[in-house]
């Protein structure tokens, strides 16, 4: 079964996610082909290598050379401009920035962050700081901002909320005085301030950290369970080392993604729920029989990667250390149905490999495996038990988006 569970790993590996990718000529021709250096990037890039279609030609891409391009879901276009270069946080970063507005002059990746009607807001983050930018029927002005400090304390000069007041405020938009006063110069902010102004009901807040959100996990499981009797004895008078059984299981966990790489790293602890039970049989004295059986509580701590990522079709693969917490662990043994037992709580570490598709984002199919830990045999100390299983299991996927 590990066997097995690895060349699944590998298979899924073999068929990573493809995007196709895209860049706007300065003819505004659009190339076809995949973003070589795609990392979901936290700043703006300055430079992306792009490999056109499928003859293995590979370009530099820059803001000088090309109008924009697309990567994966995140949309880039070329800047040539000024932008407000005083820090956007001098209380955080100790900074004596002059009491006046310094620009630079840049040529650059804006990223689209947000669009509706003719218009688009664009951000630049980089080492220096964020600035945004909106487009109005493709005429481009940054919202302007900037902090100075004034016997250390923080002075804003909100350059942005004046302009914005100009645009919109003779449209007769209900609270848009009030938010435009609590507006921040914050992505998620200015997001929902432009999805409020212009009437987007079917916009949703995304938070940074929810960019990729987290899940929460419940299912349940089809288990089948391995023990297996270990002796130096010669033990002839067993039938059968080894049995099966089956049982159902219940499961609650949490997918916590990364958010970066497209969310692809995940951690996913869960803890999960079930019974083994399993009979030896021997041949001598007739009808005799060696049983084990327990409650197991069993708390994985997993992480994963997600190695086709696509809206209604995902594969991936986890691998996590877990907990087998078992209850009431018993082994009896005896003659027709008069046994004699012993029962012991016990907690275990092992193995728990994983793989499984997700169908429309909230669809969880799974296959694990439990790899074997050791138990002893509690009324007989010649022998030992080995306790492992294999799970399929169906769970639901709660995406929690936070507001």
């Known amino acids: 079964m590990r066997n097995t569970i690895l060349l699944s790993i590998l298979v899924f590996y073999g068929f990573s996610a493809f995007c196709q990718d895209s860049y706007l000529t300065l003819d505004g021709n659009k ?44 949309k880039y276009i070329s800047y040539h401009g000024t932008r407000v270069a005083n820090n956007d946080d001098v209380l955080n970063n100790n900074t004596q920035d002059n009491d006046q507005l310094i620009k630079d002059t840049v040529n650059v990746f804006l990223r689209l962050i947000y669009q509706d009607k003719n218009y688009t807001l664009y951000e630049l983050r980089d080492s220096k700081r964020a600035n945004f930018y909106l487009s109005d029927n493709g005429k481009i002005k940054e919202l302007e901002y900037y902090e100075t400090l004034n016997s ?54 995304e938070n940074l950290r929810d960019k990729y959100p987290s899940e929460i996990l419940v299912g349940l499981g089809a288990n089948v369970n391995f023990g297996t009797l270990i002796t130096d004895l010669n033990a002839s008078y067993l039938t059968n080392l080894h049995h099966t059984d089956f049982s159902p299981s219940f499961e609650i966990g949490f997918r916590i993604h990364s958010q970066r790489n497209f969310g692809k790293f995940f951690l996913q602890p869960s803890i999960s729920v079930t019974q083994f039970s399993n009979t030896f049989h021997a041949s001598s004295p007739p009808g005799f029989v060696m049983k084990t ?82 138990l002893p045999y509690l009324l007989n100390p010649a022998f030992g038990y080995k306790q492992s299983q294999v799970s399929l299991a169906l769970r639901y996927s709660f995406i929690h988006k936070r507001r």
């Not at 795609?38 to 003859?55: A, C, E, Q, R």
Request: with cysteine; proline share 5%; aromatic share 12%.
């Open 152 to 205: 250390s304390e923080m002075v804003p000069y909100n350059l942005y909320k004046v302009y914005l007041y100009q645009l919109f405020s003779k449209k007769n938009i209900p609270g848009f005085k009030g938010k435009l006063k609590n507006l921040n110069y914050k992505e998620n902010n200015l997001i929902d301030f432009f999805a409020y102004i212009l009437g987007d009901k079917s916009h949703s807040k």
């Open 293 to 374: 059986k327990d409650f197991m509580v069993n708390v994985n701590l997993g992480a994963g990667y997600i190695f086709v990522k696509k809206p209604d079709f995902s594969l991936y693969a986890d691998a996590a250390i877990a907990f087998p917490i078992l209850f009431n662990y018993q082994t009896e043994q005896g003659i027709d149905s008069l046994y004699t037992a012993k029962d012991m709580t016990e907690i275990r570490v092992t193995l728990h490999p994983e793989v499984g598709v997700i169908i429309n984002r909230t669809l969880n199919i799974s296959l694990s495996s439990l790899l074997p830990f050791n």
């Open 31 to 74: 190339i076809d082909g995949t973003i070589e250096n795609n990392k979901d990037w936290s700043k703006n890039p300055t430079s992306v290598i792009f490999k056109v279609g499928n003859n293995g030609n590979t370009i530099s891409l820059t803001p000088e050379n090309c109008e924009g391009f697309t990567a994966g879901p995140d």
